[in-house]
């Protein structure tokens, strides 16, 4: 079974440029996140799918990102214009339930993100 | 809201001696806890998770860890570390939201350093 999927693992653009992340999660999973981890602190949730809709949306820091999930499976995160204080790592993490907080999430290998 | 705090950023340790991360958390219902090592330029991978079945849980790779209400903590627990078992460990706690799902909080990390 295939886990999930970031691409790209790595990204550096400049202040002002446009960036889109994907995530694939796992076959069947219809719980999708995204989470985040600025230098130095600790991995935040962003956001949280339920097959296309967006079930949480309360750790979007500003409206310059942007998740989709266009038919429930795969996801993007675009952030536009993007700023200094963007760069970080990127996860997105897929779990086949949400309704008990005792499923396990998969989390993939994350997108690194630096914005010069 | 739930809340886990990592008391150790860094933690050294030789190579055959007991490893001890220490997590203690803050929750207002019986939690959900989970621990998760990520190794350099990997994805975070699950260790072990408490469901509020057994107090002592055992995980991957000779990991265990003990669920103690009265102290709330859930340290984790080698008895003999491996050099392969450098990396950084994040204690999570699951957090029910207001639309009645789920969402992870992490502490901050420990990066545990073994010498041989």
């Known amino acids: 079974e295939a886990g999930v999927t970031q691409f790209p693992s790595h990204s550096v653009i400049e202040k002002g440029q446009t960036v889109t992340l994907r995530c694939d999660p796992i076959s069947g999973h219809d719980n999708l996140y995204w989470y985040r981890r600025v230098m130095g602190k600790e991995i935040k949730f962003l956001l949280h799918?339920?097959?296309?809709?967006?079930?949480?949306e309360s750790g979007m820091p500003n409206n310059r990102f942007l998740a989709e999930r266009t038919g429930g499976t795969y996801s993007t995160l675009k952030v536009q214009p993007a700023e200094l204080e963007d760069s970080g790592v990127y996860f997105c993490?897929?779990?086949?339930?949400?309704?008990?907080?005792?499923?396990?999430?998969?989390f993939g290998p994350g997108t690194r993100l630096t914005v010069t | 809201a739930q809340s886990v705090t990592q008391l150790d950023s860094h933690v050294s340790v030789s190579e055959g001696t007991p490893v001890l991360l220490r997590c203690n958390y803050s929750?207002?219902?019986?939690?959900?806890l989970f621990w998760y090592v990520q190794h350099p330029n990997k994805g975070l991978q699950l260790l072990l998770k408490y469901t509020s079945a057994a107090t002592l849980v055992k995980g991957i790779n000779g990991f265990e860890a003990e669920f103690k209400k009265s102290e709330t903590s859930f340290h984790l627990t080698k008895p003999s570390a491996h050099m392969s078992d450098a990396a950084e460990y994040f204690c999570?706690?699951?957090?029910?939201?207001?639309?009645?799902?789920?969402?992870?909080?992490f502490g901050t990390g420990t990066r545990l350093k073994v010498l041989a």
């Open positions: 999570v706690v699951s957090d029910l939201t207001t639309s009645g799902t789920y969402k992870y909080i």
């Open positions: 799918f339920v097959k296309e809709s967006k079930q949480d």
């Open positions: 993490a897929s779990s086949l339930y949400s309704s008990g907080g005792y499923y396990e999430q998969y």
């Open positions: 929750s207002s219902y019986s939690p959900s």
